[in-house]
Structure formats: structure tokens, C-alpha cells
């Protein structure tokens, strides 16, 4: 087993941007660096790798060719490079950060309210949960209240750092006292 550390912050990062429509956020198994991805680099890539009638990439490809050279910022370059590596990745050194559990979300936020000591926020609080938009509200409550909102964000963390945990155990990464190994 090789021992790697991850950054605990950048993954909960990466699962807490459920929407993805700006970023997508990739592991990397060797270094434990998380790799945030423009949408609009990955999809570009995407689109030159993948004939328009499959979702297959050719298997016999040796390298990329495209029809016309592409016109890339040289700003750009390196991550489209590391764009490509990634979604031809075959020996599953990249694996996609998921989006945070909903329903665990959820149950974070209804087990902070049951420590919230005064009754009037507590039941504000619980009336934000019915309904869509239910993560913002509670949020938005707890800007007028930079005490609680503060003993939120510890109990949040405290909670994403189990969901972290199992899910770095599903990939295959077990945690000691000061590393994680895979």
C-alpha cells in the first residue's frame, strides 16, 4: 500500500458544487491532488474524442488526430492535455469526486437544528427545510446569526468528513491516524 495524504477541504469542495455546471472534479490516485475541470474544456475535449453517432471512444486510436487544428489558448494547452489524460484514462488513476448525497445533506442540516438552542431560530429554521429550496433558505437564515452559522460550518465539516471518508473507502483508500493508503 502506498501511503497518500488528500486534502479533506478540496474534496468537500468539489461534492458541495452539486450543480456542476461551471466545474467537475477528479481525484488523482497517484499525487491525491484534486483536479478541477472547466465544463467548457471538458466538454470541447469530449466533443473531438467521441464520433457524433457513439458514446465510444475509438479503441483503436494510438493518439488524437483532429479534423482541423484546434485553435487553443496556450494557457490552455496543459489543461487540455491533462483534460485528455483523464477521460482516456484506462488504469483509473482519475475517479470523478461525486456530488454530495442530497439526503445525507439533508440529515446534516435537520441534525444541526436539533443543537440550536434558541426556539425561535431553531423553528425557523426548521420551517426553511419544507420545501424546494430548502439548502438556501437555511443558509440565508444563518447569515443573520454568524455565531450559529459558524457552529454550522463545523458541524458540516464534521459531517463531510464521514461522507469523505466512506467514500475514499469505497475507492479504495483507508485512512490511518496521519495518511490515507490505496
Known sequence: MKKQKVN????????EDVSR???????????????????????????????SDSDE???????????????????????????????LDEQGRFIRIPERNSVMAYQS?????????????KEELSEALNGKGAFRRFKDILTGYPKVR???????????????????????MKQTSKALYF
Open 57 to 87: 471512444i475509438d479503441d483503436d486510436i494510438e493518439y488524437i488526430e483532429f479534423d482541423q487544428e484546434p485553435e487553443i489558448p496556450d494557457w490552455m494547452v496543459d489543461e487540455v492535455e491533462l483534460a485528455l489524460e483523464i477521460l
Open 150 to 172: 459558524k457552529k454550522w460550518h463545523g458541524f458540516n465539516a464534521k459531517a463531510m468528513k464521514k461522507e469523505i471518508t466512506e467514500w475514499l473507502d469505497s475507492i479504495g
Open 109 to 121: 442540516l435537520a441534525a444541526f437544528i436539533e443543537t440550536v438552542e434558541d426556539p425561535l431560530l
Open 8 to 15: 479533506f477541504d478540496e474534496i468537500q469542495k468539489a461534492m
Open 21 to 51: 455546471d461551471t466545474f467537475d472534479y477528479f481525484l488523482d490516485m497517484v499525487t491525491g491532488e484534486v483536479i478541477a475541470f472547466s465544463e467548457e474544456i471538458l466538454s470541447d475535449v469530449k466533443s473531438r474524442l467521441y464520433d
